[in-house]
C-alpha cells in the first residue's frame, strides 16, 4: 500500500461490496443488521467513506469472515489467496434471508415449521 487512504477506503468497499454479494446479501440486509443507513453503507462500499474498526468488525462478523483476512486482501492486493478459503460460506445469504423470514412469524407457527423441518430431516436421516 502506498499510503493513499483514499485508494484504501476504496480498496476496502470493494472487498466487503464482494464479499456481502458473494453471500447473496444487499445493502439493505447488511446495513440493517449492523444499524446503520442504507446510503452509509453504500459510501463505505463505493470508499467514499472510511470504516471504523468497530463497523469493519460488525460486517466482518456479519459476513462470517476474519477481519484480518479482509485487510490482507485488501493491503496486499490478492484477493484470490485468503479469500478464496471462504468459498464455503458462498449460502450466507440464503440462511440469512430464512433465518429473518423465520423469525418474522409468530411463535405458533414457527414452532410448527421447526418441527416439520426436524421431521424431514429425520426422514432423511432414515432412508438408505
Same mark, same amino acid.
Given at each position: 500500500?502506498?499510503?493513499?487512504?483514499?485508494?484504501?477506503?476504496?480498496?476496502?468497499?470493494?472487498?466487503?461490496?464482494?464479499?456481502?454479494?458473494?453471500?447473496?446479501?444487499?445493502?439493505?440486509?447488511?446495513?440493517?443488521?449492523?444499524?446503520?443507513?442504507?446510503?452509509?453503507?453504500?459510501?463505505?462500499?463505493?470508499?467514499?467513506?472510511?470504516?471504523?474498526?468497530? +463497523?469493519? @468488525?460488525?460486517?466482518?462478523?456479519? =459476513?462470517?469472515? !476474519?477481519?484480518?483476512?479482509?485487510?490482507? #486482501?485488501?493491503?496486499? $492486493?490478492?484477493?484470490?489467496?485468503?479469500?478464496?478459503?471462504?468459498?464455503?460460506?458462498?449460502?450466507?445469504?440464503?440462511?440469512? +434471508?430464512? @433465518?429473518?423470514?423465520?423469525?418474522? =412469524?409468530?411463535? !405458533?407457527?414457527?414452532?410448527?415449521?421447526? #418441527?416439520?423441518?426436524? $421431521?424431514?430431516?429425520?426422514?432423511?436421516?432414515?432412508?438408505p
Open positions: 500500500m502506498d499510503g493513499n487512504l483514499q485508494d484504501f477506503d476504496t480498496r476496502l468497499g470493494a472487498r466487503l461490496r464482494e464479499l456481502r454479494t458473494r453471500r447473496g446479501l444487499s445493502l439493505s440486509d447488511v446495513s440493517e443488521e449492523i444499524g446503520i443507513s442504507y446510503q452509509q453503507m453504500q459510501k463505505h462500499e463505493a470508499g467514499r467513506n472510511s470504516v471504523s474498526v468497530k +463497523r469493519m @468488525l460488525r460486517v466482518t462478523a456479519l =459476513l462470517a469472515v !476474519e477481519p484480518c483476512a479482509v485487510l490482507e #486482501s485488501v493491503l496486499t $492486493e490478492s484477493c484470490d489467496d485468503r479469500l478464496s478459503e471462504l468459498q464455503p460460506f458462498q449460502r450466507m445469504g440464503e440462511r440469512h +434471508r430464512i @433465518l429473518k423470514a423465520y423469525f418474522s =412469524l409468530p411463535e !405458533e407457527i414457527r414452532l410448527a415449521f421447526l #418441527s416439520l423441518a426436524e $421431521e424431514v430431516c429425520g426422514q432423511m436421516d432414515e432412508k
